[in-house]
């Protein structure tokens, strides 16, 4: 079996920052990117002043253009309607 037929699927992810703002992002591998966001000096600008960072909220996708299409409809969400797309999810 080719390794091209087992894709690896792409995740957009939602983090709260300590002063409860969100961070959304698109990642391959969730765990490493909310260690960088948390730890390296890898993570994002934005929450490199704003740790700790936790992970609430993450969707997979088949590929790298989806999760990047579904993270630019999330963003123009307002606070309130990202919050009850959460809280279902949870």
């Not at 699927?9 to 920052?17: E, N, Q």
């Not at 929450?47 to 630019?72: C, G, H, M």
Request: hydrophobic share 25%.
């Amino acid at each position: 079996m080719s390794s091209k037929n087992t894709k690896k699927p792409w995740f957009l992810y939602v983090v709260r920052c300590s002063d409860d703002t969100f961070y959304t992002g698109v990642t391959s591998n969730i765990d490493r990117r909310v260690n960088e966001h948390n730890h390296s000096s890898n993570g994002a600008k934005y929450t490199k002043t704003r740790r700790p960072v936790q992970l609430i909220y993450w969707r997979d996708f088949k590929d790298r253009s989806a999760a990047q299409k579904a993270e630019y409809k999330f963003k123009k969400l307002t606070r309130c309607q990202k919050e009850k797309i959460i809280n279902e999810y949870l």
